[in-house]
C-alpha cells in the first residue's frame, strides 16, 4: 500500500494535466492519497422501491416502464421542460426534466429504467425533478458521493478512485499489527479502503469508517509519543529567580493565573538535566505574552538566549515592539528576525547571535534558516503553535542543545483532549483574563436583520472605530453559501460603498496578507471582510465589532477565537452572529455565547456537542470524510489509539521493525504537514 504513496497520479487513464492540478488543490498528488480522499456520504443505489412503497422528499431508487410519450413546454420563466410518465403495477409517477430535449430519444414508450430522485408528493400527484436514469441491467450498490470541487464531479473522481482501487497489490501490508487490530476489534486495511469507498453493505461503511479513524489517531498519538520519547537533558538551568524584578518593570501588576504560569515554567527549569516541554494554554488577551517575556526574562538574566518564534511578521512586530518596551531600562538586547529584514541588518543580527550578543530573538519561520546560530539558547518559545509543525519546532529545538521549550496556544483544549493530544506535555493554564477587562456584548440576530446591524457597526466606524465582517467559506462550490470573494463584492458595491472595505483570506499570498493585515493595523482600512484567518492572534485594539455570517457553521470554539479579536482595549465592543439556522441544537449552541465568555468551559460545551473533530481540525489530520465521528465514539478511539501507540512504541521505539514500516511511512507523512491543534 505504501508503494501507491509513490505513485503518481499519472498512472490513472485519463487524469491529465487539468484534472492534476485540480486534485493537486486537494492534496492529493498520488494514488495513495487519492485512495485516502473519502467519500462525503453515500447514495443508496442498491434498493429499488415500488412507486407505491417508494419514500418520498429523500433520494430513492424505483424501477419502471415509460408509459407516455415525452411532452415539451415552455415554463412562465421561458426555460424548456420536458415530462414524461412512467408506470409500475403499483402506481404512476411524474417524470420532468428541464432542456434536455435529446430525452424523447431514451426514455421510448414501454421501455424499462431504473429512475434515480427524489420524489414529491404534490396534491397527490407523485413528481420526480430530473432524476437520473439507468438501463434496469446496471449494477446495484451503494454510490460514493465525494466533496466535488470546481472542475471536477464526484462521478468523475468515482471513476478515478475505481482505477485506483484496481492498482492495489493483492495482498495488503497491514499497517496496525494484528493484536491491536484484535484488541479494538478493527477490521484490515484491505477490508476498509475498498468497503470506505465501494461499500457492499451499509454496515461496512460504520466499520470502515471506524478503521480509518482509528489508523489517523494512531499515526497522530505515535507522532507525538514519539516526539516526546526523544532525549530530554539539558544544561542551562535558572540559578537565580527574577522575577520579583521583572515584576517591577511591568507596567501593571500580573494576574495570578501569569504568577503561576511563571512559576510553573521556572520550576521545570531549574530542575538539572531536564528540559522544560510545557503548553501554555491561555484564552485570547489572557496575557501569555507576558509569561513569555518573563522567561526570556530569567533566561538572559542567567546568561542564556531565548528564541520566540510567531507566525507572521504582524505578530512578530507586535512582539517584538512591547519586549524592548519593557526591556527599555535593562541591559538586555532584543532584536527581531524575518524575511523582509534588510540584509545587511540580518547579517548583523546573525553575527551578534552567534556571539551572544543577542539575549532575545522574535522571528517568523526566518528563524529557522540554517545561518541562524545561537550560542548559548536556553528555551525556545512557539507562539500560536497551531501554526507551526512539529518539524519546525524541532528544527528551533535543534539549535540549542535540549533548550527547554513553551508552547503557547490561544486554543483552549478541554483538559480531557490535552491530556490525549499532548500525551506527557506539562500543561500550564491561564484561565484569567487581566483585571478592567469589558466583556464583548454578543448577539444573535436573523439575516433579515442585517441592515440594522450594518447601520450599527458603520456608526461604530463614523467614532473612528474598525471591525471585521467574517464569513465561512471561499471555494464557490457550496450551493447555499455565498463566497467571501463574492460577499466582497456585494459589501463594496453596496453597503459599504461609501467606507474603505479590504478582502482577507487563507489563499491569498503570505505578502498579500501581510500588507492587509498592516493596512488594517495602521487605520487604512475599516472593515476587514475575511474568513477565519482573522482567528490567529492579530491584536489590532481598535477593532471593536466583529460580524460573522453564517455563524452556525462554525463551532463554539472558533466562534469565541474570532469573538477574540474584538475587546482588545477599555472601548466597548460587540460581536454579532448572524444565521437562519432553524435547528435547535445549533441555535442553543450560538446562544451558549452570550452568556457564557470562558474560553475553556466553552471548549468544554463544544467537545460535548460536536466531538472531537473540531479540535482535531478536520482537513488538515485528513479526518476528512469519516462522517461526523460523534463524542463518544471519538473519544473512545481516541483513547484506544493512545494506548495502542504506546504498547508499539514500548516494542519499537523508533518504529524501525519492517512490521511497522508503513506505520512509520504515515507517522512521517504527518510530521511533514502535520499541525497540532
Ligand atoms: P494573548 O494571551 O492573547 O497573547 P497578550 O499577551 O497579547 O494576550 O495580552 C493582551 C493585552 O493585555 C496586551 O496589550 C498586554 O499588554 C495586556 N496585558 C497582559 N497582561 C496584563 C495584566 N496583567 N494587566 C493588564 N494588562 C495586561
Ligand atoms: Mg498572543
Do not use: W
Amino acid at each position: 500500500m505504501a508503494s501507491l504513496f509513490s505513485k503518481d497520479l499519472d498512472k490513472l487513464r485519463g487524469i491529465g494535466k487539468n484534472y492534476k492540478e485540480i486534485f493537486l488543490k486537494l492534496g492529493i498528488e498520488t494514488v495513495g492519497d487519492l485512495l485516502y480522499f473519502f467519500p462525503r456520504t453515500y447514495q443508496d443505489l442498491s434498493n429499488v422501491f415500488s412507486i407505491k412503497d417508494a419514500p418520498t422528499d429523500v433520494l430513492c431508487l424505483v424501477r419502471a416502464k415509460v408509459c407516455s410519450d415525452v411532452i415539451e413546454l415552455k415554463t412562465s420563466s421561458g426555460r424548456i421542460m420536458q415530462k414524461v410518465k412512467v408506470c409500475d403495477k403499483s402506481s404512476i409517477l411524474n417524470l420532468s426534466f428541464f432542456g434536455s430535449s435529446f430525452i424523447s430519444k431514451v426514455l421510448k414508450n414501454n421501455a424499462e429504467f431504473l429512475f434515480f430522485g427524489k420524489i414529491k408528493n404534490i396534491f397527490g400527484n407523485l413528481v420526480m425533478v430530473s432524476p437520473e436514469y439507468f438501463k434496469p441491467t446496471v449494477p446495484l450498490y451503494l454510490r460514493p458521493v465525494y466533496n466535488q470541487t470546481a472542475g471536477i464531479t464526484s462521478k468523475r473522481i468515482e471513476a478515478f478512485m475505481k482505477q485506483s482501487l484496481d492498482l492495489l497489490p493483492k495482498t495488503i501490508g497491514e499497517p496496525i499489527p494484528i493484536t491491536i487490530r484484535e484488541t479494538f476489534n478493527l477490521t484490515s486495511l484491505g477490508f476498509a479502503i475498498k468497503n470506505i469507498h465501494f461499500p457492499q453493505k451499509t454496515a461496512n461503511i460504520t466499520s470502515s469508517r471506524r478503521y480509518f479513524a482509528f489508523e489517523q489517531m494512531l499515526t497522530f498519538q505515535l507522532k507525538i509519543t514519539k516526539f516526546l520519547l526523544k532525549n530530554k537533558k539539558n544544561n542551562f538551568v535558572i540559578e537565580n529567580d527574577f522575577t520579583s524584578k521583572f515584576f517591577k518593570i511591568l507596567p501593571f501588576n500580573p494576574t495570578n493565573a501569569q504568577k503561576r504560569c511563571i512559576d510553573e515554567s521556572l520550576n521545570d527549569m531549574k530542575i538539572k538535566n531536564f528540559s522544560m516541554r510545557r503548553l501554555l494554554q491561555g484564552d485570547v488577551g489572557s496575557g501569555k505574552t507576558v509569561v513569555a517575556l518573563a522567561l526570556c526574562y530569567n533566561t538572559a538574566k542567567n546568561g542564556f538566549q531565548s528564541a520566540i518564534m510567531v507566525p507572521t511578521e504582524i505578530l512578530a512586530k507586535q512582539h517584538f515592539v512591547f519586549f524592548r518596551k519593557i526591556l527599555s531600562k535593562e541591559n538586555i538586547s532584543v532584536e527581531m528576525l524575518t524575511r523582509s529584514t534588510a540584509a545587511k541588518a540580518k547579517k548583523e543580527i546573525l553575527d551578534r547571535l552567534k556571539n551572544c550578543e543577542i539575549d532575545i530573538l522574535v522571528g517568523t519561520h526566518a528563524m529557522l534558516s540554517d545561518k541562524v546560530i545561537f550560542k548559548k539558547l536556553g528555551i525556545v518559545i512557539t507562539d500560536e503553535q497551531h501554526r507551526f509543525g512539529v518539524l519546525q519546532r524541532e528544527k528551533l529545538l535543534d539549535k540549542g542543545e535540549n533548550p527547554h521549550m513553551l508552547i503557547m496556544s490561544a486554543t483552549p483544549i478541554p483538559r480531557t483532549l490535552a491530556l490525549v493530544f499532548y500525551g506527557d506535555l506539562s500543561i500550564s493554564r491561564l484561565d484569567e483574563l487581566p483585571a478592567g477587562r469589558q466583556k464583548v456584548d454578543t448577539f444573535l440576530i436573523r439575516s433579515k436583520k442585517r441592515k440594522d446591524a450594518f447601520n450599527f457597526v458603520k456608526n461604530l466606524i463614523k467614532n473612528g472605530h474598525q471591525g471585521y465582517i467574517v464569513c465561512p467559506l471561499i471555494e464557490e462550490d457550496d450551493t447555499d453559501l455565498i463566497s467571501v470573494n463574492e460577499y466582497f463584492k456585494i459589501l463594496k458595491n453596496e453597503a459599504f460603498s461609501e467606507y474603505n472595505i479590504a478582502l482577507l483570506h487563507g489563499k491569498m499570498r503570505e505578502s498579500q496578507k501581510n500588507d492587509v493585515m498592516n493596512k488594517f493595523y495602521l487605520g487604512g482600512i475599516d472593515v476587514l471582510i475575511s474568513t477565519t484567518v482573522v482567528e490567529v492572534g492579530v491584536d489590532v485594539p481598535n477593532a471593536v465589532f466583529i460580524v460573522v455570517e453564517n455563524s452556525e457553521r462554525f463551532g463554539l470554539s472558533t466562534l469565541h477565537q474570532l469573538r477574540g479579536r474584538v475587546g482588545r482595549a477599555d472601548v466597548k465592543s460587540y460581536c454579532i452572529l448572524v444565521s437562519d439556522t432553524q435547528n435547535e441544537t445549533s441555535l442553543k449552541r450560538l446562544k451558549t455565547l452570550k452568556n457564557i465568555f470562558d474560553g475553556f468551559k466553552l471548549a468544554d460545551e463544544d467537545l460535548k456537542s460536536r466531538g472531537p473533530g473540531e479540535f482535531l481540525g478536520t482537513r488538515q489530520h485528513g479526518f476528512s470524510g469519516l462522517g461526523a465521528i460523534n463524542f463518544c465514539d471519538g473519544m473512545k478511539i481516541l483513547k484506544q489509539a493512545q494506548s495502542a501507540a504506546r504498547e508499539i512504541l514500548k516494542e519499537d521505539p523508533v518504529l524501525e521493525k519492517p512490521h511497522h514500516r508503513y506505520l512509520k511511512f504515515k507517522v512521517e507523512n504527518l510530521e511533514k504537514s502535520g499541525v497540532l491543534p
